[in-house]
Nanobody
């Protein structure tokens, strides 16, 4: 069973920065991609960013320029740095690992970390 543990959330003032971490119990390069999602109150969970096995990074249009996804393969950890935080970034942020084998996709999720942007 794969475990993903997020950390780094908290209360931040508008304009501030945060770095979220996602530690995986399995070698992250074994996954097709690692991603971050977020879910604000009363909203559906939305995809934020991903980093593929090969290192390509993709971002949702709403997060380009302020969000940066990265990884440390030695630590089996993926990061999400968020700059210039806005109140609209308030959400629970979830780490996701995507595993595709023989055409079958399996997703693993962390428990989430709360990010609250407020003055």
């Amino acid at each position: 069973q794969v475990q993903l543990v997020e950390s780094g959330g908290g209360l931040v003032q508008p304009g501030g920065s945060l770095r979220l971490s996602c530690a995986a119990s399995r070698i992250i390069s074994s996954f097709n991609a690692m991603a971050w999602y977020r879910q604000a109150p009363k909203n559906q969970r939305e995809w934020v960013a991903e980093i593929t096995r090969g290192g390509s990074r993709n971002y949702a249009d709403s997060t380009k320029g302020r969000f940066t996804i990265s990884r440390d393969t030695a630590k089996n950890t993926v990061y999400l740095r968020i700059d210039s935080l806005e109140p609209e970034d308030t959400a629970v942020y979830y780490c996701n690992a995507r595993d595709v084998r023989s055409g079958v996709q399996r997703d693993y999720w962390g428990q989430g970390t709360q990010v609250t942007v407020s003055s």
